[in-house]
């Protein structure tokens, strides 16, 4: 069973940085290509990052040069590094393999 697990979130003002961790479980990382999401207040889910299996990256628009997703394939885990944070970056966050999606983990930056 594919199990997902974030953690990291938190209260951070603009301009702070926050490091999301994915505990993965149930597949084997290493051959996966993961993704963070994330969900805004009244807002539609939003791809945030993707990182192959390969270990290439891509990000949305919204975090570009700000966001960084790595992945360490001996801890079974993937990690989102989130500088320079703003507002608008203000939601729930997310793993996500295919389908499957952790309980996710609440990031709140306050201006």
């Known amino acids: 069973e594919v199990q997902l697990a974030e953690s990291g979130g938190g209260l951070v003002q603009t301009g702070g940085s926050l490091r999301l961790s994915c505990a993965a479980s149930g597949f084997t990382l290493g051959l996966s290509g993961m993704s963070w999401v994330r969900q805004a207040p009244g807002k539609e889910l939003e791809w945030v990052s993707t990182?192959?299996?390969?270990?290439?990256?891509k990000y949305a628009d919204s975090v570009k040069g700000r966001f960084i997703v790595s992945r360490d394939n001996a801890k079974n885990t993937v990690y989102l590094q989130m500088n320079s944070l703003k507002a608008e970056d203000t939601a729930v966050y997310y793993c996500q393999r295919g389908p499957a999606r952790g309980q996710g983990t609440q990031v709140t930056v306050s201006s």
């Open positions: 990182i192959t299996a390969g270990g290439g990256t």
